[in-house]
């Protein structure tokens, strides 16, 4: 094969290379801009249990910051938590709040300024969650409030 020919091919397979990754590039922009049908949404998805700040002492966090929860969640100042209260009076690994099939099991994880649930301490064997309730950790006071009932 000669030179020339060598280099037409070179240039087509670049040429296709490029046009396929356009052409996957506009597809997947396009089926995301794609019309919905629209399905019955799940409960739990729509609507999930947040935690709500309604103080947030002086973590920077605005009043109103929404936390949305999962199954296992850990709160705390460390980066790692689940949901991080950069709070000087909340300890690195504050609480942890777990879904049961009772409520939410809120435990003190031996945090330095403790965890309180309308006031009340709890302790390392924890507490009961169903809803409304204010907890606080340190200075940061948290709503959990649960989905909007349809």
Do not use: C, K, Y
Request: glycine share 12%.
């Amino acid at each position: 094969m000669s030179d020339s020919v060598e280099l037409l091919l070179l240039r087509l397979a670049i040429f296709a290379v490029i046009f396929g990754t356009s052409a996957a590039i506009a597809w997947s922009l396009r089926s995301g801009f794609a019309p919905r049908t629209a399905a019955a949404p799940r409960r739990d998805a729509a609507q999930p249990w947040r935690l709500v700040v309604e103080a947030p002492g002086d973590s920077g966090l605005p009043r109103g910051t929404a936390f949305r929860l999962g199954a296992v969640m850990e709160l705390g100042r460390d980066g790692g938590a689940a949901i991080v209260l950069p709070d000087p009076s909340v300890s690195a690994r504050h609480a942890r709040l777990e879904r049961t099939a009772r409520g939410w099991h809120l435990i003190d994880l031996g945090s330095t300024n403790g965890t309180r649930v309308e006031g009340r301490p709890v302790t390392a064997s924890g507490l009961i969650l169903r809803g409304g309730e204010r907890i606080q950790l340190g200075a940061v006071v948290l709503r959990l409030v649960p989905p909007p009932r349809s």
